[in-house]
């Protein structure tokens, strides 16, 4: 079965310091990981997927097929990512459900 | 705003109650996806419709149904509600690939 680990619910961490959100995964094949950002009031967005290897917003998250980690990084957290993250697990056909952790809700601490 | 949309934004209800959400994807997206949100489970995937058919079933309850129209929007109907129904519903589409885009959100509160 698939799963999405985000064993961290909350994360507090000041401006200017590095920002790093685990998401560990199981799944049986070669899956497409994401993730996605909701602020505040708003719909979820996509922030990055592996396959594209891009960075957003200063954010990159490096696929590793051995740890089974999707983990993303920020070297210095800005105040305006403060928001609900959360990593999601697509299979590897496309055009199914994503398997979304529970979040990691981070706040910026000015 | 050729995004997901979805209504009402929020909906108050009573136990025993039905209602209904509805959703329509963005113009030339075929799948459209609905997920509920509740505090204590995250984001669960309920159902999947494809070009009007229902493609994939997650943990959706025998009381909640949801169908796709010629046109494409969706609706999800939830009846004999119950307290722990409430949660923000949302729902997704794409044309293909796992990139989904998301709706605004439903938020229900049965009391």
């Known amino acids: 079965a698939q799963r999405v680990t985000q064993p961290e619910k909350l994360l507090s961490v000041f401006k200017g310091a590095p920002v790093e959100l685990k998401c560990n995964y199981s799944?049986?094949?070669?899956?497409?990981l994401f993730w996605y950002v909701q602020y505040s009031r708003q719909r979820l967005q996509l922030l990055l997927r592996h396959i594209s290897r891009e960075s957003i917003k200063g954010f990159t998250a490096d696929l590793n097929k051995g740890e089974t980690s999707f983990h993303l990084k920020k070297p210095f957290a800005q105040e305006e990512d403060s928001a609900m993250y959360y990593c999601a697990l697509g299979g590897a056909f496309g055009n199914e459900k994503l398997t979304f952790g529970t979040g990691t809700r981070l706040t910026i601490i000015p | 705003d050729s995004g997901v949309t979805q209504t009402p934004k929020h909906l108050i209800t009573a136990t025993g109650q039905r209602v209904t959400l509805r959703c329509s994807p963005r113009?030339?997206?075929?799948?459209v996806y609905w997920y509920q949100q509740s505090l204590d489970q995250g984001l669960q995937f309920l159902i999947q419709?494809?070009?009007?058919?229902?493609?994939a079933k997650g943990n959706i309850l025998e009381r909640f149904s949801a169908q796709q129209f010629p046109d494409l929007h969706s609706e999800l109907n939830l009846s004999s509600l119950e307290l722990g129904d409430s949660a923000l519903y949302f729902c997704a589409s794409n044309r293909g690939g796992n990139e989904q885009f998301f709706g605004p959100g439903t938020r229900l509160t049965v009391l």
């Open positions: 799944y049986s094949g070669s899956p497409e």
């Open positions: 113009s030339g997206d075929l799948s």
């Open positions: 419709y494809y070009n009007g058919e229902e493609r």
